[in-house]
């Protein structure tokens, strides 16, 4: 029997308290809101957390990933090398910077980028590649190192991998960058934000300095130095993509709880491994021995030959059952702007294309309780 529910059990919620509540009354009791102490604080705590050398808090990934794709200099002309199942602005990164992005398939089990179908994407004008960490899972580097030339930079898009690891390494210390999304349906959040780390001093300082609008000196060298009131020399085009000490102070709350979702969001990942193995229609997510998931969603694939419904129909009975669920992502290769200006295909890209029709992402989060987990399975269940 479906009970019915007080309350939908979301897709997502974000956790804050007390914690940030306290942690805003500096920031705002003594005036510096733009980005600096807070942001600085946070930027090296997540630095350490991500086993890097250098970080820089941004407005979101989006802005992170086009600050890293400016600091190697892709410029027209250039290809970089996207998975074709992400969100779209993996993609529109590339575009911003006016190159060419060329999108490769994804794998059936983890939805990550395929490395059989890698080589044959190359080219002389390849200059970059993004592997996404897609929903908290981590690519597999270092078979993408292997199979790429060596001038070839590896931008990880880590927005759903805060704390995940791959072979005992953090995710965002694996390539030339790594960039984090805080959008609050990720597993920390300050509002929007987004964070990008490197190893590299030469990419770090250029990433600093694009940040800030292409200033030659940062706003906090200036203060320091003997004559503030002068303005710094503007030697390269540049953005504002700067985080505020608000969402700073936010994010330093946030990090401090980050091992706590973790653990949870893994407690749970593994129980619903368990109790929905038995359904013949659900494909679950599959996790390589050298992987730590970050668990920012738990992604099935609906299996069309065996299931009842649909992938939309089985959402539209969740829904009813107080059980809200979303498509894993979209085929960012079938989508209007993409198939318009770069004539793509669904065909070429049969995994993302599937996916994108069968994926759905069940509920978890830091709010749920083991009530709603049994719930939603005695759900899937009576299907
Ligand atoms: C894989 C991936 N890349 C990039 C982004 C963009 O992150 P943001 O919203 O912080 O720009 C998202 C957001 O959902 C994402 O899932």
Redesign the pocket.
Known sequence: MIKTRERIIQISEPVTGKEELDALSEPLETGWLTQGPKVKEFENKFARKHQSKYAFAS???????HLALSSIGLAPGDEVIVPAF?????ANVVVYCGAKPVFVDVKQDTYNLDTEKLKRNISNKTKAIIP????GLCSDIDEIRSILPRNVSIIE?A??AVGAKYKKKMAGSLGEFG?????S??IITTG???MLTTNNQTLASKAEILRNHGASVSEENRHKGPRPYLLPDFEVLGFNYRMTDLQGAVGIAQLSKLDHFLNQRKKWAAWYLNAISDIPWVNLPFIPDHCEHSW?AFVVVINEEKSPLSRNEIMEKLLSAGISTRPG?HAVSNLGFYKKNYGTKKSDFPVSSMLEKCSLALPLHNKMEEQDFKYISEILHSI
């Open positions: 407005t979101s990934c989006t802005t992170s990933l992400t969100w779209v602005s993996t996404v960490h897609l929903f898009d927005a759903c960039a984090f999304s805080f959008h349906r990720k929007e934000g987004g920012q992502t």
